[in-house]
Structure formats: structure tokens, C-alpha cells
């Protein structure tokens, strides 16, 4: 279960709960007993519908003791959604907080599926010794399942085993060491990779201390900086919608305790970056590549030197990392060719980390691995030193007339000038072209005059046919619970909106 067998200390900055190493050995013990008592056995599956908080990581411990696998899900979910996920991964068990969803669960009782109230048992007060971590698993049992997409369609579920888990502590170890990460904040949801895996459990079980806030509310965002001092964080890994909000709402930290910051899941432009580091106070900052299904973090910027670009990704984590001319299965990525240095195509990843396959999805699982490689839905290059640079996701590529544009470049370009908040660029049916680009923005001031002059430095930094045809003026972008943009749900938003006017836009 462990890349080391210490733990560290557990905190909560905004209610003050904390709780030692001897606190978190006894209430795991009872909780161990307690699951166990309610029939928790080895192999089923639980659902864990809370997070962020000290209960979840000792639940997540004592369901794993005992042989059982974790799901853990979404606090916002529908009944709808949650039943959905429910009838695919089929848990004996659901598990809650303080408070229970009454029509989420009806819905789980109407299909089997029995509810555990969480709040009962981490509130005794019998003490016990520390208790060695014993365990039923073993390392090929699957350890969790986390959803990428499709609640309401056909789920996603990601399987990692205790052995992919482990694979990816133990190159995270190698790779970037502990020091840096002995007092860690975590702002992100704990019910996806980046957030789950990697930000919390990879220091909290190599022993350092992990401080945990609930994700992604603007209040505490907000109160970034002054936490940041108060618990005098050394290491912290946030998304880029996070750092934009952050970056507009709250002073930097005065203490400079930060000694290392990861930026991950969206693409991170040269600008944002350097802002981040000024921000921060300390100059490393990486840009950290990684996917749910290779266990989070896989690549990032561990080299010496280098200057923030659009893009940069930098050298793998325990991976081996190829651009290919292939961008499917059917042809094997030891059969297909691949691009030359700077040439952009598809990345694959082998890493000891992917994952065992989608749940039940035999055919997705099929589509994406072959031969131990991973082809991710990314596109990017390796430039002649080596180094990894992300381009985009295939999905959102658009294309017009035949002219290949990636969302991302002209995000990166967008999102530079002083007066923009947040920005999505996205494809839309053009009856000439086939596809066009639009592109969504929120704006501090969003006057003619403002309007006008991010329109000139925009074609001043875009080539002809990158310039989006359609801008929308929102107060806020659509953005998923992992702090992600979907481009095809603020293209869906925007449809029903009024671009704004060219009178606004292009200066008489």
C-alpha cells in the first residue's frame, strides 16, 4: 500500500482540525473494525461520496486494509449520475459523511447498495495502541476506480491497482524527492488523479504533512496567501483556473516558504507561468504533465534553466515518453513512425504506473493501450533537446478548411492581455469553412474601448486564420469539478448567446 510505511500528520486549515500520526492509527483501527463489522470484506467496491477532509484519507486506508476497493465520487452528483455509476461498478456499499443525499440514496437502496454513515465511528473516543497497517490486498487487487467523464452517458471509470499505485510513489520518490513536499496544501477535488493520487497521497504516505482544503471555493482562494504563511507551506499543486482566479483575488505570501509549486491538468501558458512564479516567490514552479490513467503526474519540469514557454512539459517521471505519426491502436507504436524532432503528432506514454484498463469497457480500454503504451488524446512534440512540449487535445483541435488550430494557442495568446479574467477558445460549424473559431472571455472591463484593444492584440499575435470569427463576453467559463474546461460545453453555452457586435470590437 505504501512507498513507506510513515505517515504524516493530517491538518485542516480552515476548520483548525488536526490530527497526529497516534491520532490517525486509532481512528483508523476503529474504523477497520467498524467496516468490517458492517461486512466490508475483501474485493468489494465502496463508494466514498465526501472528500477534502481528515475522515476521507483514514476511510480510504481502513476500505483498503480490508481488501475493499474505493470510489470515490463527486459530492455534486445527481441521484441520476450516481446510480448511473452505480449499476456500472455494481458497490456493495455506500459511504457518506455528516450528511446523506436522501434521493441519492433511495435511488442506491433501490439497487442493492447499502449506506454507511462515516460520522459515528470517527467520533470514539476508546484509544487504543498504533496498530501496524496489516492488510488482505495484494498488490495486483484494484485499488480504486476514479471517473474522467460520461456520469450521465457511459462512465469512464479509471482502475489503478495497489501496484500502479505504488509504481507511481516510487517514481514520484526517485524523481523530485520529499524534502520539498514535507508540509503540502491541497486545494484540489480528492475524487480525481491529480488531486487524489499525487498531491496528497503520494507525501502524505512517504510521512510528510498534508494540509487539505476544500477545492476550488473562490472564498478561500481568496485567503491563499495568508495560509499559505500561516502554516508555512513548502509545496503546493493547483490547476491554471485556479492560479488565474488566485492571481486577480489575493496578495501573494510575505514568508516565502514555498519551495516548490506544480501547475498540472490544463495547458500552462509562458505568461500565466512566469506570473505564478512572482506570485509565488520562488522560481520552481513546473508544469506537471499527467493523466488519471497513468496514475497523475508523468513528465514535468525538472530541468535546469529553463525559461517558461507555451507549452514546455520538459522530461519524463519513471516513463518513456513517444511522439508518434499514429493516433490509434490499430497500428502498434512499435510499428508506427515516429515524428521527427519539433514535428507535432500524437504522445504515447509507457509507464509501470497505467492503468489496469476502464472499468467494464474492455473496448475503450482497447482503443487507447497497446502493447503496454498508452496513447493519451494529446498532441505535442520533442524538441531537439529532448523536451517534451503539450500542443492540445485531439478532440478539441479544430479543424478549418484543412488548416489544423489547437484552443490552446490561441488561449495562450488571449489570456496575455492585462484586462482578460478567464478565456476558452473552441470550434463551431461554419457553413464556408466547416469550422470556425470562437472563443469566450471574461473581462474586468468589458467597454468598447477594452473590448477594442484586446481585439488588436489579439491579430497583432495571431496568424490570419487563427483569429476566432465569434467572441462572447461571459461572467464566468463553464469549468468542471476538476477545475477543467470543457470546450464543447461552453461551445454549447455560447450557442445560445449573441457574439458581440463588430462595432465593439474593430475600432472606427
Not at 456493495?92 to 459515528?120: C, M
Not at 507511481?168 to 491529480?194: A, D, V, Y
Not at 488566485?246 to 507561468?273: D, F, Y
Not at 466547416?434 to 477594452?450: P, R
Given at each position: 500500500m505504501f512507498v513507506d510505511l510513515q505517515l504524516g500528520n493530517l491538518h485542516e486549515p480552515i476548520s483548525g482540525r488536526s490530527w497526529d500520526k497516534r491520532t490517525i492509527y486509532d481512528k483508523f483501527w476503529h474504523r477497520v473494525n467498524s467496516l468490517k463489522s458492517g461486512g466490508l470484506s475483501a474485493s468489494d467496491r465502496i463508494l466514498i461520496h465526501y472528500g477534502n477532509n481528515l475522515?476521507?484519507?483514514?476511510?480510504?486506508?481502513?476500505?483498503?486494509?480490508?481488501?475493499?476497493?474505493?470510489?470515490?465520487?463527486?459530492?455534486?452528483?445527481?441521484?441520476?449520475?450516481?446510480?448511473?455509476?452505480?449499476?456500472?461498478?455494481q458497490p456493495r456499499f455506500s459511504l457518506w459523511g455528516e450528511l446523506i443525499d436522501e434521493s441519492v440514496g433511495v435511488a442506491l437502496n433501490g439497487i442493492g447498495v447499502k449506506i454507511i454513515q462515516a460520522d459515528s465511528?470517527?467520533?470514539l473516543s476508546k484509544s487504543s495502541s498504533p496498530t501496524p497497517l496489516g492488510s488482505q490486498f495484494s498488490l495486483d487487487h484494484e485499488a480504486m476506480i476514479l471517473f474522467t467523464s460520461g456520469t450521465t452517458g457511459q462512465p469512464k471509470g479509471v482502475v489503478h491497482t495497489h501496484r500502479t499505485l505504488r509504481a507511481r510513489w516510487m517514481s514520484l520518490r526517485e524523481n523530485l524527492g520529499l524534502k520539498r513536499f514535507r508540509r503540502t496544501l491541497c486545494l484540489l477535488p480528492t475524487h480525481f488523479?491529480?488531486?487524489?493520487?499525487?498531491?496528497?497521497?503520494?507525501?502524505?504516505?512517504?510521512g510528510q504533512d498534508l494540509f487539505i482544503l476544500p477545492a476550488f471555493r473562490p472564498e478561500i482562494i481568496m485567503q491563499l496567501g495568508s495560509i499559505i504563511d500561516a502554516y508555512k507551506i513548502t509545496f503546493m499543486s493547483s490547476v491554471p483556473?485556479?492560479?488565474?482566479?488566485?492571481?486577480?483575488?489575493?496578495?501573494?505570501?510575505?514568508?516565502?516558504?514555498?519551495e516548490q509549486v506544480h501547475c498540472g491538468s490544463a495547458p500552462l501558458s509562458g505568461n500565466l507561468w512566469k506570473?505564478?512564479?512572482?506570485?509565488?516567490?520562488?522560481?520552481?514552479v513546473l508544469n506537471a504533465y499527467g493523466i488519471t490513467e497513468t496514475g497523475s503526474w508523468v513528465a514535468g519540469t525538472t530541468i535546469?534553466?529553463?525559461q517558461p514557454d507555451d507549452g514546455l512539459i520538459g522530461k519524463p517521471w519513471g516513463a518513456v515518453i513517444k511522439v508518434l505519426k499514429s493516433g490509434t491502436t490499430d497500428i502498434t507504436p512499435v510499428e508506427a513512425e515516429e515524428c521527427k524532432p519539433s514535428e507535432q503528432g500524437y504522445i504515447w506514454i509507457?509507464?509501470?504506473a497505467l492503468m489496469q484498463g476502464y472499468f467494464g469497457r474492455d473496448d475503450l480500454t482497447n482503443k487507447v493501450v497497446a502493447q503496454g503504451w498508452f496513447l493519451t488524446g494529446d498532441i505535442g512534440l520533442i524538441d531537439d533537446r529532448g523536451l517534451l512540449y503539450l500542443?492540445?487535445?485531439?478532440?478539441?483541435?479544430?479543424?478549418?478548411?484543412?488548416?489544423?488550430?489547437?484552443?490552446?494557442?490561441?488561449?495562450?495568446?488571449v489570456e496575455r492581455f492585462a484586462g482578460v479574467v478567464d478565456v476558452c477558445a473552441f470550434g463551431f460549424t461554419e457553413e464556408l469553412y466547416g469550422e470556425d473559431v470562437g472563443v469566450a472571455i471574461v473581462m474586468q472591463k468589458s467597454d468598447n474601448h477594452a473590448l477594442q484593444q484586446l481585439y488588436k492584440w489579439t491579430r497583432q499575435h495571431l496568424a490570419e486564420h487563427q483569429m476566432p470569427r465569434r467572441w462572447f463576453l461571459l461572467s464566468e467559463i463553464p469549468r468542471t469539478s476538476r477545475g477543467k474546461v470543457s470546450r464543447v460545453q461552453v461551445a454549447e453555452t455560447c450557442s445560445h448567446l449573441s457574439p458581440i457586435g463588430k462595432d465593439r470590437l474593430k475600432a472606427i
Amino acid at each position: 500500500m505504501f512507498v513507506d510505511l510513515q505517515l504524516g500528520n493530517l491538518h485542516e486549515p480552515i476548520s483548525g482540525r488536526s490530527w497526529d500520526k497516534r491520532t490517525i492509527y486509532d481512528k483508523f483501527w476503529h474504523r477497520v473494525n467498524s467496516l468490517k463489522s458492517g461486512g466490508l470484506s475483501a474485493s468489494d467496491r465502496i463508494l466514498i461520496h465526501y472528500g477534502n477532509n481528515l475522515e476521507f484519507f483514514v476511510d480510504l486506508l481502513a476500505i483498503w486494509n480490508l481488501g475493499g476497493s474505493a470510489i470515490p465520487i463527486d459530492s455534486r452528483l445527481t441521484a441520476f449520475e450516481v446510480e448511473n455509476l452505480a449499476r456500472l461498478t455494481q458497490p456493495r456499499f455506500s459511504l457518506w459523511g455528516e450528511l446523506i443525499d436522501e434521493s441519492v440514496g433511495v435511488a442506491l437502496n433501490g439497487i442493492g447498495v447499502k449506506i454507511i454513515q462515516a460520522d459515528s465511528t470517527h467520533n470514539l473516543s476508546k484509544s487504543s495502541s498504533p496498530t501496524p497497517l496489516g492488510s488482505q490486498f495484494s498488490l495486483d487487487h484494484e485499488a480504486m476506480i476514479l471517473f474522467t467523464s460520461g456520469t450521465t452517458g457511459q462512465p469512464k471509470g479509471v482502475v489503478h491497482t495497489h501496484r500502479t499505485l505504488r509504481a507511481r510513489w516510487m517514481s514520484l520518490r526517485e524523481n523530485l524527492g520529499l524534502k520539498r513536499f514535507r508540509r503540502t496544501l491541497c486545494l484540489l477535488p480528492t475524487h480525481f488523479g491529480h488531486g487524489l493520487i499525487c498531491n496528497c497521497l503520494f507525501p502524505w504516505l512517504s510521512g510528510q504533512d498534508l494540509f487539505i482544503l476544500p477545492a476550488f471555493r473562490p472564498e478561500i482562494i481568496m485567503q491563499l496567501g495568508s495560509i499559505i504563511d500561516a502554516y508555512k507551506i513548502t509545496f503546493m499543486s493547483s490547476v491554471p483556473p485556479v492560479w488565474r482566479l488566485a492571481l486577480k483575488l489575493t496578495k501573494s505570501p510575505k514568508e516565502r516558504t514555498l519551495e516548490q509549486v506544480h501547475c498540472g491538468s490544463a495547458p500552462l501558458s509562458g505568461n500565466l507561468w512566469k506570473e505564478i512564479m512572482q506570485w509565488t516567490g520562488t522560481n520552481n514552479v513546473l508544469n506537471a504533465y499527467g493523466i488519471t490513467e497513468t496514475g497523475s503526474w508523468v513528465a514535468g519540469t525538472t530541468i535546469e534553466d529553463f525559461q517558461p514557454d507555451d507549452g514546455l512539459i520538459g522530461k519524463p517521471w519513471g516513463a518513456v515518453i513517444k511522439v508518434l505519426k499514429s493516433g490509434t491502436t490499430d497500428i502498434t507504436p512499435v510499428e508506427a513512425e515516429e515524428c521527427k524532432p519539433s514535428e507535432q503528432g500524437y504522445i504515447w506514454i509507457n509507464t509501470p504506473a497505467l492503468m489496469q484498463g476502464y472499468f467494464g469497457r474492455d473496448d475503450l480500454t482497447n482503443k487507447v493501450v497497446a502493447q503496454g503504451w498508452f496513447l493519451t488524446g494529446d498532441i505535442g512534440l520533442i524538441d531537439d533537446r529532448g523536451l517534451l512540449y503539450l500542443r492540445g487535445r485531439e478532440r478539441d483541435e479544430i479543424n478549418k478548411g484543412g488548416m489544423k488550430i489547437f484552443p490552446s494557442d490561441i488561449d495562450a495568446v488571449v489570456e496575455r492581455f492585462a484586462g482578460v479574467v478567464d478565456v476558452c477558445a473552441f470550434g463551431f460549424t461554419e457553413e464556408l469553412y466547416g469550422e470556425d473559431v470562437g472563443v469566450a472571455i471574461v473581462m474586468q472591463k468589458s467597454d468598447n474601448h477594452a473590448l477594442q484593444q484586446l481585439y488588436k492584440w489579439t491579430r497583432q499575435h495571431l496568424a490570419e486564420h487563427q483569429m476566432p470569427r465569434r467572441w462572447f463576453l461571459l461572467s464566468e467559463i463553464p469549468r468542471t469539478s476538476r477545475g477543467k474546461v470543457s470546450r464543447v460545453q461552453v461551445a454549447e453555452t455560447c450557442s445560445h448567446l449573441s457574439p458581440i457586435g463588430k462595432d465593439r470590437l474593430k475600432a472606427i
